[in-house]
């Protein structure tokens, strides 16, 4: 847990910086570093203060409560429950790793507003759209008593009843297709309306900077990636083994879904679309990636490899959305696929380890007794709680921002670029 800790902070800083800085223009490059890791930081201190309690301690089946604010009562002695019985981790480990979670989620959605929104409202949204909408969709995804607590039949209902809502109604998000990457996306494309497009969109070069940044910080997602799904097992076990080889093979078949489609498209593959359908691979098998057998793996990575291309270039002209990075066309799209395929391929007909069914007994469902339908459909229904709840979230949020002190930089300002105008720096000397 330690290490995989460390991986998703490897993810974000310098992962997701370098990625999305690569993809903005020159005069950008520095404010989107400067985004990604005062968001993250802000992020890191919010959990600590609230944002913990709040989604991984008793409520209602939407929030958690205040009980645990600034991390009260938690010691080194402090326990947390794993996925087996009888095996905890030390509470303050499970903490720091869902503290990473929580801060590089909102990092995501800074892709879709790239180089047009003031500093100040970055910051102010993100304290807003942390506070009412990651934090009760964690609460509502993966808060549940732990395995321990289901001592027999009689108690089942009863510890049910106190889980988060979508953990209560079956749905699998092994770490995080709703709640990391839909509800950024969602807040991302949001965002994208709201703010509106950059000056010259459509009629000037946008051209990414640097290809080899974006590279980079691709392949350090890549690799931190493997802390984020395998770690979400929160055991060094099987399961932990299943979803590191799940997202390594993924990830590899989304890359060449991608190329081949672009290929297909365009006569020739991109590095860009290389680096992209990395991240798609990537994004789709985050709620499989310990749910879903090796074939199952394979099949959503190179699935995921064309929907992220048609998100970014079909889908994308449909929205007419400027996304700056394609947040939407990759988080989304491919977060979606990710969460509804994650119900096919939980099949024990079809490879998957099957849901858990009976955590008096942690047995396994029966394949004849696993519904894929069934399944897809709670899937289903957990995606669209997700979208709408980030949606009207992000709405409240944006508006509250705009109207405090302003979402965008003036023309002037946006023409010059962020880096002088917000920051008084350059990431290049002339």
């Not at 799940?246 to 365009?266: M, R, S």
């Not at 449909?318 to 491919?334: K, N, R, Y």
């Not at 995606?383 to 930089?409: E, F």
């Not at 300002?413 to 002088?420: M, S």
């Amino acid at each position: 847990m330690y290490v995989a800790t460390v991986l998703v902070i490897l993810m974000t800083i310098p992962g997701l910086a370098l990625f999305y800085g690569g993809l903005v223009r020159t005069k950008n490059m520095l404010s989107v570093l400067m985004q990604v890791l005062v968001t993250f930081s802000l992020l890191a201190v919010l959990w600590s203060i609230y944002g913990y309690s709040v989604a991984f301690t008793g409520g209602n089946p939407f929030f958690g409560g205040l009980s645990k604010a600034f991390l009260s009562g938690i010691t080194p002695d402090s326990l947390a429950a794993t996925f087996s019985k009888g095996v905890a981790i030390p509470e303050i480990m499970f903490v720091v790793f869902q503290m990473t979670f929580a801060a590089i989620t909102p990092c995501l959605i800074i892709g879709a507003f790239a180089e047009r929104m003031k500093f100040s409202a970055v910051l102010l949204f993100m304290v807003i759209w942390f506070t009412f909408s990651y934090a009760p969709m964690a609460h509502m995804v993966w808060y549940w008593m732990g395995p321990d607590a289901y001592t027999g039949a009689e108690v089942v209902d009863a510890m049910n009843a106190k889980a988060g809502y979508i953990w209560q109604m079956g749905a699998l998000d092994f770490a995080g297709g709703t709640v990391v990457h839909i509800n950024a996306a969602v807040a991302g494309l949001v965002g994208a309306y709201m703010i509106g497009k950059r000056v010259g969109y459509g009629k000037e070069s946008m051209a990414p900077h640097s290809l080899t940044l974006t590279m980079v910080g691709a392949s350090l997602l890549w690799v931190g990636w493997f802390g984020f799904n395998a770690g979400s097992a929160l055991e060094a076990n099987g399961f932990a083994a299943l979803a590191f080889i799940n997202t390594f093979i993924a990830t590899a078949a989304a890359v060449l879904g991608w190329c081949v489609g672009e290929a297909l498209h365009k006569g020739k593959a991109s590095m860009l679309g290389a680096a992209s359908g990395a991240v798609a691979g990537l994004v789709a098998i985050t709620p499989a990636a310990g749910n879903v057998g090796i074939g199952g793996a394979l099949v959503i990575g190179a699935v995921s490899g064309f929907a992220g291309l048609w998100g970014v270039s079909g889908l994308k002209k449909m929205l007419g959305a400027d996304d700056s990075l394609d947040v939407f066309g990759v988080h989304g799209v491919c977060g979606i696929l990710g969460a509804l395929l994650t119900g096919v391929f939980n099949s024990p007909n079809l490879g998957g380890p099957s849901a858990v069914g009976d955590w008096v007994t942690v047995g396994m469902i029966a394949p004849d007794a696993y519904s894929i339908a069934s399944q897809v459909w709670v899937q289903a229904k957990a995606v669209l709680i997700t979208v709408v709840w980030s949606g009207v979230v992000s709405v409240i949020a944006y508006k509250v921002v705009d109207m405090v002190i302003g979402l965008r930089v003036t023309e002037e300002e946006e023409r010059e670029g962020l880096d002088i105008t917000t920051h008084g720096e350059t990431a290049y000397n002339k």
